[in-house]
């Protein structure tokens, strides 16, 4: 799948193991300063770079996550990190900054209330986890295209339905435009963690909303990536 901006063509395609660090680079550059939970929670990009790592090994082991790169250099310039939530893991997670501790609290009470007491099975639902696009492509759709590739990659690998934890106006206005719709949400100025309001400064976001789309099995011959 090829994109194209300007002078730059961009590809989409799956992550690949080699490509960890240039995946670390961008997702720890652009959560801390764009995501309204991780401004909130005061998230540094070098402890958000232990998170990331933690989750590569399983993202190149499944082969759900779709990465931008520039064609002429097959530089990484965007992610759509993406897993399989019956496969999740808490290794690795242990060592990171107690600032993450109201963030997956607030994102665990979405998808606690969105799926009443049901796990899902493997091979059944498609979790988009980390949307992020390097400042170098931004307002070129990147974002978009990057999230179109990982729900058509995983609708190809059979999976029912695609969730998302959209913390922020531009993701969500991603995800609406792409079929996903709300299934819950919570406001960030309503929520409250060990009796503290910690997310009221960011109350302009609106709040985190869970988002769902179902999937229209994709033959496997019909598409290639």
């Known amino acids: 799948m090829r994109g194209s901006g300007d002078d730059l063509s961009i590809e989409y395609g799956i992550y690949e193991a080699a490509e960890a660090d240039a995946m670390v680079k ?10 309204p939970l991780a401004v909130a ?20 082991e499944e082969r759900l996550t779709i990465a931008a790169r520039l064609g002429s250099s097959g530089e990484l310039v965007g992610v759509m990190l993406t897993n399989d939530p019956a496969r999740e893991t808490a290794e690795g997670m242990e060592t990171l900054s107690e600032k993450f501790g109201p963030v997956g609290s607030i994102l665990g009470e979405l998808v606690t209330t ?43 690998r059979g999976y029912r339905v695609a969730v998302a934890e959209a913390t922020n106006k531009v993701s969500q206005h ?39 789309k179902l999937l229209a099995p994709i033959p496997a011959v019909a598409r290639s990536m």
């Open 26 to 35: 961008v997702l720890a550059d652009v959560f801390p300063r764009r995501d």
């Open 41 to 60: 929670a005061g998230i540094t990009p070098s402890e958000f770079e232990p998170f990331v790592h933690a989750l590569l090994p399983m993202a190149a």
């Open 114 to 156: 969105y799926r009443a007491g049901r796990e899902p099975h493997p091979g059944e639902m498609l979790h988009l986890y980390l949307l992020g696009v390097s400042d170098r492509v931004a307002g070129r759709g990147v974002g978009q295209r990057l999230v179109y590739a990982a729900v058509e990659n995983g609708a190809r």
């Open 174 to 212: 991603i995800f609406l435009k792409l079929g996903f719709a709300a299934r819950g949400q919570i406001a960030y100025r309503d929520f409250s963690f060990h009796g503290q309001n910690v997310f009221e400064s960011i109350a302009e976001h609106g709040g985190a909303i869970l988002m769902e």
